[in-house]
């Protein structure tokens, strides 16, 4: 069984750029979250996918959004990237909105 | 407003004796908890939830006790080894359906030989 993967692992863009970054949630799972984890910080939710709808946000401006497909895999876009987006960014699936978070090792994305 | 604190950044213990980690919450809608163990280059594991229906949660080495008056939580890992060494999250899901999860900042935990 595959578990949660994320690509890339590591992104340096500049401010101002758009990055996208993926998600593959894990077998049979249908519920896709999102986490942003600044240095020292624990992960900040940042929105919940459950079958392609958005299902939940956290405290975050409308540059971030997301996607998922039909086969539950997600995107994550921001755009006009800020120095303060600067963070480890978390995907974790689960088997419904309710269940246990199953979590991948995160894109490492660096805003210069 | 940090929901759920974890005051204690850093522990350190030595192999084969017990660790305790703690986290404080203030919400008191909170009704299920979990702990996290995160490796460095790797994402959180799941370690180990517990109801606020029970007081107690036990699971091989790992141990989860909650005071809901107190609104506390303690993980207890009993013997420590050295691969237990890791930063460990208290987390508690909010209301609303969603699942959002509320984190701590984290205890880095380092058990020496």
């Known amino acids: 069984e595959t578990g949660v993967t994320q690509s890339p692992t590591h992104l340096i863009k500049t401010r101002g750029q758009q990055v996208t970054l993926r998600c593959s949630s894990q077998s049979g799972h249908n519920t896709v979250s999102w986490y942003q984890q600044a240095l020292g910080q624990g992960p900040q939710f940042i929105f919940q996918y459950y079958r392609e709808e958005e299902n939940g946000r956290g405290n975050f401006p409308p540059r971030f959004s997301g996607l998922q497909f039909p086969n539950y895999s997600s995107e994550l876009n921001v755009n006009a990237l800020e120095l303060d987006d600067s963070a480890l960014y978390l995907c974790?699936?689960?088997?419904?909105?309710?269940?246990?978070?199953?979590f991948g090792a995160g894109t490492r994305l660096s805003v210069l | 407003d940090q929901q759920v604190k974890q005051n204690s950044p850093s522990l350190s213990v030595q192999e084969g004796r017990i660790s305790i980690l703690n986290c404080d919450y203030t919400?008191?809608?909170?009704?299920?908890f979990l702990w996290y163990k995160k490796y460095p280059a790797e994402g959180p594991t799941f370690l180990i939830s517990?109801?606020?229906?029970?007081d107690k949660n036990e699971d091989g080495r790992f141990t989860v006790f909650l005071n809901k008056s107190a609104k506390h939580l303690s993980l207890h890992i009993v013997p420590s080894q050295p691969g237990d060494s890791a930063v460990y999250f208290c987390?508690?899901?909010?209301?609303?359906?969603?699942?959002?999860?509320?984190f701590g900042k984290g205890t880095k935990l380092t058990v020496n030989p």
């Open positions: 987390a508690a899901p909010t209301q609303g359906g969603s699942e959002k999860l509320v």
């Open positions: 974790a699936s689960s088997l419904g909105r309710m269940d246990i978070q199953y």
């Open positions: 919400n008191s809608m909170f009704d299920y």
């Open positions: 517990i109801s606020s229906i029970k």
